[in-house]
């Protein structure tokens, strides 16, 4: 990677911090937003590691002493198979696939990625993530349901933005619209064809009322027509590729088959579970990885062979990376700043597009972050879905420019 | 309005909605009322699973108990052996082993620690469920509603369970006196010093994270202080701490003595004058009103009705029932915008339905499924802002569950939903057989209440007069027709069970 394009990647994530953007640009942006407002056929996968993921174990920094210094049994020996990416980073020996997809030119490493005043619990790290709020700010709304908001007329269905599964996260809420969870387009069918429920289903809500009792039987009838949608799509691409066994690559073989029936939603979530490795970490984590690898394997062939891998972008993250020190039982504890992966035809520049984490300068053992994760959602908004970034995330972050 | 309907009204926002027989005797608003509140006096402590032996009695802040504690809390072995959700928790055989429950947990072995993980979602889950059937069965439904209100308004969330007990029943004990002193006593709790790091706030490095939430949360809201009085109050609040029996302790070694400029005022101010002070602005009186307002009559507050109301709480002196009575007395409460236009809440949903129709579970562990599946679990609230409740509860699939759970409780019909890892956090790490639930659910219901009700009524006008005892919005033409059809086909036995199952499954059924 040229060292302009870091420096200017750099550039741009310092300037996000100070929110340092000139005005007339904001003029500007303003003037475009109209047409940006169609998503051009383009859609977001995002992939959510559920339990904290250890980014140090996964692009690993293995040519830095301090690394195997703070972690002298859990560290990762360039010998026991890293898949070196260059600039001394290279991913966890489970992650062959994702190298594969790395070597081709369709995989954009961000490191170091957080927030101000970042919080080691789960759940509320995790609706840091979702909502996109400061960490001392309490938001009810996640930022792709503030995104369907933002762009969907009334004629908008709740399946513009998909969850792959059965409950619906913060998210995918919006104030007026709010994404749809389903596990299969079939199960969720069978659901609103219990007979009385899809009698109810049929009633129209007035239109006119704007009434609770209106927003309920609208919400029901959006439903109802959603999962027939969604479930004769669905018939019409049946995946050919071999996908793991596992509930993430099911998961995400539904999210192939919708897509390449043609499905027209926006916004795919699923999500990956079981990262919270302070015990034993290596195997953990390993099998995990490897999960998370092949599953994203067989989903960029399966789209690819398709067509649709060019105008796919995968956004992957966890709600907080692991401390630095691994902890007594070989494994590590919560932490703060990591790594977010990009996937997708579409990224216009890939490999490592930051610094390395800096491990000589801790804030009491943990990472500091060097570029916020809403400079990405604000890249993601903007340059690649066509939104208003700015309403959607309540303010201006500085986005990375060229990425997508 | 008919005066059945005012008081249904009544006793569904005052409470957790009415039984036939509270409807069938004919009353006032005002008697009920009344009643309500003669019922909710008495104080009764929600009890957690029993201490292990050996060990000390949970200190209750909460002291002076009135009655017995509830035995049914206690989750029993054989409950949890019949059922595959928690393998391995409960009862007597956890307590048994429980003497890890006292000691830290990073001094405790991997196996010590994961047996810990089992005691506190036994716990929960026994302390949720405890309060749910509480809520669906006690007489004192003013009481245990507003404590449901101030655990969504003091939400916390901590991982253990006794501090967690300890504070609801503070809550449960204040909930209908004054404001102040509530305030002041949650401001005390061991679980609320925790979760706001106040335990971490001392002199050197005063950390601001509950001064900072006791104004914008808990009294003045958001832009009616400045970061100076935020970092101020905090260095009063230096010193607040627990002790490791969730005892307040005043540690006064930590604590900042110099003075303070805090809204306007100096001095050298510790906590009690900080809340002090922040119960002397008005705007205090006026948050809290409209926050009561928004959850007991409508989530669109009406200006001209919270200004008079706030000042009234503000002249009392914060008296809180005092409030209640005139927002539960005025005749704006029982107009028609104010009647079955606001959408349950998952816990007033399943309490409603456990209330109304006298519904119990064999297994009482699947009512946190439905509350998790729902999206509101009691004790988990997503933040310190609590639930933010409205339209939010509604979305494609957390309403099919809605409309569903009536076949499930009523007709032992399957449900289905594998939860989120993150509803678990309390012990996160579950694989996804432990997160899936996949069953019927074995109930008992008390329909002969219901029967007595429709005695009267000629068959053809039962579903309409059912429709008007458990709907609090008119039924629409078309539904009542559906649920008609569905009652018709059922055999003679069943139909008035089919009957009810329908009205509960209808968008209708949702508000309140």
Known sequence: MPTSRRDFLKASVLASSLLFVPKFLHALDRQGLQPLRNSNGRRLVVVQLGGGNDGLNTIIPYRNDEYYKARPTLGIREQSGILTLGQDLGFNPAMTQLKGLYDQGKVGILNAVGYPNPDRSHFRSMDVWQSASDSDKYVGTGWLGRYLDATCSDGHLPYTGLELDDTLSLAMKGNLRKGLSLKNPEKFHQLTQNRFIAQVSREKASAASGSELDYLYKTLAETASSAEYLYQTSKVYKSGVAYPNTEFGKSLKTTAELINSGIDSRVFYVSLTGFDTHVRQQEQQGRLLGDLSSGLGSFTEDLQKAGNLDDTLILVFSEFGRRVSQNASNGTDHGTANNVLLLGGGLKQQGILNAAPDLLNLDQGDLRYQLDFRSIYATVLRDWLGADDQLILGREFARLPGLV | ?512
């Open chain 2, 1 to 512: 309005m008919t005066s059945q309907q005012q008081l249904q009204h009544l006793y569904w926002r005052a409470g957790f909605g009415p039984r036939p027989q509270d409807v069938k005797a004919g009353s006032s608003p005002r008697k009920v009322w009344h009643q309500l509140l003669q019922n909710s006096q008495v104080f009764e402590p929600l009890t957690g699973p029993a201490p292990p032996p050996n060990e000390p009695q949970l200190v209750m802040s909460a002291a002076p108990a009135a009655g017995t504690p509830q035995s049914s809390m206690i989750t029993t072995p054989d409950q949890t052996q019949r059922q595959g959700m928690i393998p391995a928790a409960g009862g007597a055989a956890q307590m048994q082993a429980g003497s890890v429950g006292q000691m830290r947990r990073r001094e405790l072995t991997p196996a010590q620690r994961k047996q810990r993980n089992l005691e506190i979602r036994s716990a929960f889950y026994a302390m949720n469920t405890g309060w749910l059937n509480r809520m669906a069965t006690s007489p004192a439904q003013l009481r245990e509603k507003l404590t449901f209100f101030w655990h969504g308004h003091f939400a916390c969330r901590v991982r253990q369970p006794e501090a967690a007990l300890q504070l609801n029943n503070t809550i449960r004990r204040l909930a209908l006196g004054k404001f102040s002193e509530l305030l002041l006593a949650v401001s005390q709790e061991a679980a609320m010093l925790q979760f706001l790091n106040n335990q971490q706030n001392r002199k050197q490095r005063p950390n601001e994270n509950f001064a900072r939430e006791v104004m914008e949360l808990f009294t003045l809201g958001r832009g009616h202080y400045t970061e100076q009085d935020v970092k101020e109050a905090a260095r009063a609040f230096t010193g607040w701490g627990a002790d490791a029996q969730n005892r307040f302790v005043f540690r006064a070694k930590l604590h900042d003595d110099g003075p303070k400029t805090f809204l306007g005022h100096t001095g050298n101010f510790g906590g009690e004058d900080i809340l002090r002070i922040i119960l002397e602005q008005p705007q205090t009186a006026e948050f809290i009103t409209t926050k009561l307002y928004r959850f007991f009559v409508n989530d669109t507050p009406n200006p001209a009705h919270i200004k008079l109301l706030a000042q009234e709480f503000y002249k009392s002196q914060y008296n809180i029932s005092g409030l209640l009575e005139r927002i539960f007395l005025a005749d704006w409460f029982y107009a028609a915008p104010n009647v079955g236009t606001r959408i349950k809440s998952p816990v007033e949903l399943l309490a409603g339905m456990k209330r109304t129709f006298g519904v119990q579970l064999a297994d009482d562990r699947p009512l946190v499924v439905f509350q998790k599946a729902l999206g509101q679990t009691l004790f988990q609230p997503p933040n310190v802002a609590g639930w933010p409740g409205g339209r939010s509860w509604i979305d494609s699939s957390s309403l099919l569950y809605r409309l569903q759970l009536p076949s499930v409780l009523f007709k032992n019909a399957e449900f289905r939903v594998a939860l989120k890892d993150d509803e678990n956090d309390i012990a996160p790490q579950l694989s996804r057989a432990d997160r899936t639930f996949q069953q019927s659910v074995q109930t008992t219901v008390k329909l002969a209440p219901v029967r007595e009700l429709l005695a009267q009524t000629p068959a053809p006008q039962q579903a309409a007069q059912l429709a008007d005892f458990v709907l609090q919005t008119p039924i629409r033409p078309d539904s009542l027709a559906l649920v008609q059809t569905a009652a018709a086909s059922a055999p003679d036995e069943s139909r008035l069970r089919t009957l009810v199952t329908a009205l509960l499954s209808l968008p209708e059924y949702q508000l309140m």
